[in-house]
């Protein structure tokens, strides 16, 4: 249990003891339109520190395309790079209550994550309903061991355990971000250094080999470690992960969420099971431009270079910002 400690001056998170709870006023709730909680998220968090914003805005950048299923944590934070170059950026991996807790006390600002969700009703036969959303933690309750959110659909004023955050955050390798005015922050890369980020890395990656060694059923823990392989650039491994993941079962939406798997199997030489499960995710929804993507990738492969352009030329038409879809084009034109 996590307590308070009622006559003491500290919290057991170093903490005065008047911080032992602590909710920042958020700015006019936004309800999200379709699939827009990215969008939505980040605006909230931009107009708390005093930005003009709404989800159409950042959606027009992050995400042109109506339909499109996901917005990586990589382009919010490319959004605020680009757009807010005043503001320090935070982005992690693995995170946990304390980092959440240190960050909104230390910082003043709210922090960006990722939760998995059950969808209320299923799109399709055998529908396993599995999904993703993007939140924003805007406070916290050490005695009650509970955080306060803002959830996209519900409001501005949700509440949930410690350990059910930590549970449904998990999926998504425990990856936050947060903005900053730069006076308040402190923790963003250019800061930290490379070095130091390398060891993170590393630190990371043995911290989620313990996890499968430890949960070996779980396939999540399999699937985080396969990222942080592949991250690593250890693509042997973070292929044998993922092989470990596939037996006990992949979420039917988890490729849109995540296109490590891809990766690993790329450099792997796997064209044919990349191809297969990209026509599967683009089935459910073709508005996925990383699927498209990485189709192209294993048809280039399979060395069919105009169906390959095509899938990569499809993917910018879906969002014509996307720096992976030029590169792919390019790469196809010199080699």
């Not at 630190?203 to 942080?228: C, I, S």
Request: hydrophobic share 40%.
């Amino acid at each position: 249990m996590i307590a308070t400690p009622q006559n003491q001056e500290e919290t057991k998170y170093d903490l005065p003891a008047e911080a032992a709870t602590n909710q920042l006023v958020l700015p006019s709730f936004e309800m999200q339109d379709y699939a827009n909680d990215a969008a939505v998220v980040l605006s909230s968090a931009l107009r708390y520190h005093g930005k003009t914003e709404n989800q159409y805005s950042i959606a027009a950048v992050v995400r042109p395309d109506y339909f499109d299923p996901n917005v990586s944590f990589l382009e919010l934070q490319a959004y605020v790079h680009e757009t807010y170059p005043e503001f320090d950026v935070t982005h992690r991996l693995n995170g946990d209550t304390e980092s959440l807790i240190q960050a909104i006390y230390h910082t003043n600002s709210p922090v960006i994550i990722r939760m998995e969700i059950e969808n209320d009703l299923p799109q399709w036969k055998g529908d396993d309903r599995w999904g993703a959303r993007f939140v924003l933690i805007s406070g916290y309750d050490i005695q009650n061991e509970s955080f306060i959110y803002l959830d996209p659909l519900k409001g501005s004023d949700q509440t949930i355990s410690f350990e059910d955050l930590m549970a449904r955050w998990y999926p998504f390798t425990r990856e936050y971000l947060m903005i900053a005015a730069t006076e308040n922050a402190g923790l963003s890369e250019q800061k930290i250094g490379d070095a130091a980020l390398l060891a993170e890395l590393e630190e990371n990656r043995r911290k989620f080999a313990e996890d499968v060694a430890m949960v070996p059923e779980n396939r999540f823990a399999w699937l985080n470690y396969g990222r942080l392989l592949t991250l690593s650039g250890d693509y042997e491994s973070a292929w044998n992960a993922f092989r470990s993941a596939v037996q006990i079962g992949l979420p039917q939406r988890y490729l849109f969420y995540d296109s490590s798997f891809y990766k690993a199997a790329f450099h792997n030489g796997i064209a044919q099971e990349i191809f297969d499960r990209t026509d599967l995710m683009l089935q459910m929804n073709g508005h996925s431009e990383e699927n498209w993507l990485w189709q192209g990738w294993a048809l280039l492969l399979m060395n069919q270079r105009e169906q390959a352009k095509k899938a990569f030329q499809k993917a910018l038409e879906i969002n014509p910002g996307m720096e992976d879809g030029r590169y792919a084009l390019e790469y196809l034109r010199q080699y």
